[in-house]
């Protein structure tokens, strides 16, 4: 495939590789080109050099499979993170099975990975601690839900007694975060600290402190051993998607978490009880005082203490993704903190063999969105694509040589047909490539260069994306 253009951009991206602008705005990924004469011609790279350029910016877990016992069949789950062009991947994915069931979440991290990586290898183990006490406790107290066929197995008991577990382990461990740094900056009051001594101190404890100022959005599931039980536990703007009788004309397709983020009406009404004497707790940009999208996470310390310790101590951190004129400011004007939550939102789902979940950071939702032009992609929409693929990626050989024409409409929406599918794949990975490019070269040569092309209002950079895939076998 040959191009010829003129406008020129030597950019490294690798040993060897080069990228070029068109004349429309996009630079895509070029293996060699000839300048000797004008115009000069470009080569598009092949697949194969893509794929594995791709392939090393995507890590994940192979399909596998989970929760089989005896006879009965289990689940095959998968995850996938794919960076963004940029220097770090600030997303970060689990799977964790244990006495119990099985955890699986997705972590997005911003102002930096320190959290999200910290999280991704400590909450994991606190949970399954701590369910497992919580779940021994009702069992004890309920010996009738040791039956594996009891009707009481899904009792309000149990439900319950997840849902309390999974919002008090989510705040305690938010809480340890930044105990951890007010006991660092404890030996004197935030108004008698210099810059120098605070400057000092953010650098002496910056592993401690990172962890506490940087942030990460949260979406955790637990799936019980008898897999009828789900839960979903959500901090952030995560999503996590069920598609229901995928095969079947009853199809059925949903969310199963509300978005924490300032374009939710819910969330800003929240804030605005929570803090009924203020103003601009949300700016018309839609950021939580001005800096941050979302409206609950784990860490962001500077959200959820004193603007003064902010401003005089925290702010010294460095890098801090909040500019010290806006932290400044807010010394002046917010007086009552916390302004992001960290308690989570829980919802209890009963689950059928041949249901598929995704759960996926905003990234996978941005990409969708930024490919579908002049129409808002619904989150029943998202969750048909969105698990349909992943259920074709494992599952249904008769819909996968059916995608095609299945999904003729939404080929004609983001503009490039889908990849069919390959064996022993990640199933997860086979999402991201699906909904970023698919079949189209163009598009992946896009993806491994360049942020979104940008559109008439503003532009749409390219952020990272995980995606973990959890298919319940029939």
């Not at 194969?48 to 069949?73: I, M, V, Y």
């Not at 964790?96 to 979440?105: A, K, P, V, Y």
């Not at 807010?330 to 995704?358: E, L, N, Q």
């Amino acid at each position: 495939m040959k191009d010829s253009y003129t406008n020129v951009d030597d950019v490294d991206v690798g040993p060897g590789t080069r990228s070029f602008v068109s004349p429309t705005g996009t630079r895509y990924f070029i293996e060699s080109y000839d300048d000797t004469k004008p115009p000069a011609t470009y080569h598009l790279a092949p697949r194969p050099t893509l794929q594995a350029l791709f392939d090393g910016k995507c890590t994940g877990t192979l399909t596998r499979r989970a929760l089989e016992s005896g006879n009965r069949n289990g689940v095959k789950i998968s995850s996938a993170s794919f960076q963004a062009y940029k220097k770090r991947n600030e997303d970060r994915v689990f799977i964790h099975e244990f006495g119990e069931g099985l955890l699986f979440g997705v972590f997005d991290g911003h102002g930096g990975d320190a959290l999200s990586e910290h999280a991704s290898r400590t909450l994991p183990p606190l949970l399954a601690s701590a369910l497992l006490e919580a779940l021994a406790n009702v069992s004890g107290d309920h010996p009738d839900l040791e039956s594996e066929n009891s009707a009481s197995d899904t009792s309000l008991h149990r439900v319950a007694a997840v849902e309390a577990t999974l919002v008090t382990t989510f705040q305690q461990f938010d809480a340890t975060l930044l105990k951890n740094v007010l006991d660092v900056i404890s030996s004197k009051p935030s108004e008698e600290w210099t810059k120098e001594e605070a400057v000092k101190m953010m650098e002496l404890h910056k592993d401690v402190v990172r962890k506490a100022i940087t942030g990460t959005t949260a979406l955790v599931g637990f799936l019980a051993s008898n897999r009828r039980d789900l839960w979903v536990a959500s901090l952030g703007d995560c999503e996590a998607l069920v598609g229901k009788d995928i095969e079947r004309k009853n199809q059925h397709f949903e969310a199963l978490n509300e978005l924490h983020n300032c374009k939710n009406p819910a969330e800003l009404e929240r804030i605005k009880n929570e803090h009924p004497d203020e103003k601009s707790l949300v700016s018309p940009q839609g950021r939580v005082l001005r800096a941050l999208a979302v409206t609950r996470a784990l860490g962001d310390m500077m959200f959820k203490v004193d603007p003064e310790i902010s401003h005089r101590i925290l702010k010294y951190s460095a890098p801090c993704f909040v500019s010290s004129q806006t932290i400044s400011e807010w010394c002046t004007v917010h007086k009552t903190p916390p302004y992001i939550s960290s308690t989570p939102s829980v919802r209890h789902y009963f689950v059928d063999a041949g249901d598929v979940f995704v759960l996926a950071s905003d990234g996978l939702r941005d990409s969708l969105q930024a490919q579908v032009k002049d129409v808002t992609v619904s989150k029943q929409e998202r969750a048909e694509l969105f698990t349909v693929l992943a259920h074709v990626g494992e599952e249904s050989p008769n819909l996968r040589n059916g995608l095609d024409q299945s999904f003729s409409h939404w080929q004609e929406k983001i503009g490039h047909g889908f990849l069919k599918d390959k064996e022993e794949q990640n199933v997860a990975k086979r999402v991201i490539e699906n909904v970023l490019f698919g079949v189209d070269d163009r598009k992946m040569a896009r993806e491994l260069t360049m942020e979104f092309a940008q559109s008439t209002a503003m532009p749409h950079l390219q952020d990272d994306i995980s995606v973990i895939v959890v298919n319940v076998v029939r």
